[in-house]
Nanobody, 115 residues
Framework: QVQLVESGGGLVQPGGSLRLSCAAS????????MAWYRQPPGKERELVAV???????RYADSVKGRFSISGDNAKNTNYLQMNSLKLEDTAVYYC?????????WGQGTQVTVSS
C-alpha cells in the first residue's frame, strides 16, 4: 500500500517562495501521473500542476510561470516549487499519484500567504 506524505507548507509573505515535497512510502509501479491539487478556503479542489510518465507537464493558468513541478524517481518524491506567491495561493495543497491500477492522495499541507 502506497502512502503519500506532503511537507513544506507554512506561512509566507506575498512574493515569497515555498517548496512542497510529496514522499511516497512504498514503491510506485507504473505511475501515470503525479500531480498537485489545492483547495482554497470555501472552494472546490483544483488542479495546480501535473506531470505525466512521459515527462509532459501542465499547469493551471493561475500558476504558470510561478510554480514548477518535478520528480525524483530515486527518492520516490515529487516537488512543487512555488515562487512569487500571491494571497490567492492560500490553500491546502494535496499530492496525487495515479498508477495503472489505483490513485493515491496525501493528507494535505497548508500554505498560507499573508502579509
Amino acid at each position: 500500500q502506497v502512502q503519500l506524505v506532503e511537507s513544506g507548507g507554512g506561512l509566507v509573505q506575498p512574493g515569497g517562495s515555498l517548496r512542497l515535497s510529496c514522499a511516497a512510502s512504498g514503491r510506485i509501479i507504473s505511475f501515470r501521473t503525479m500531480a498537485w491539487y489545492r483547495q482554497p478556503p470555501g472552494k472546490e479542489r483544483e488542479l495546480v500542476a501535473v506531470i505525466g510518465s512521459g515527462g509532459s507537464v501542465r499547469y493551471a493558468d493561475s500558476v504558470k510561470g510561478r510554480f514548477s513541478i518535478s520528480g525524483d524517481n530515486a527518492k520516490n518524491t515529487n516537488y512543487l516549487q512555488m515562487n512569487s506567491l500571491k494571497l490567492e495561493d492560500t490553500a491546502v495543497y494535496y499530492c496525487n499519484v495515479v498508477t495503472t491500477w489505483d490513485a493515491y492522495w496525501g493528507q494535505g499541507t497548508q500554505v498560507t500567504v499573508s502579509s
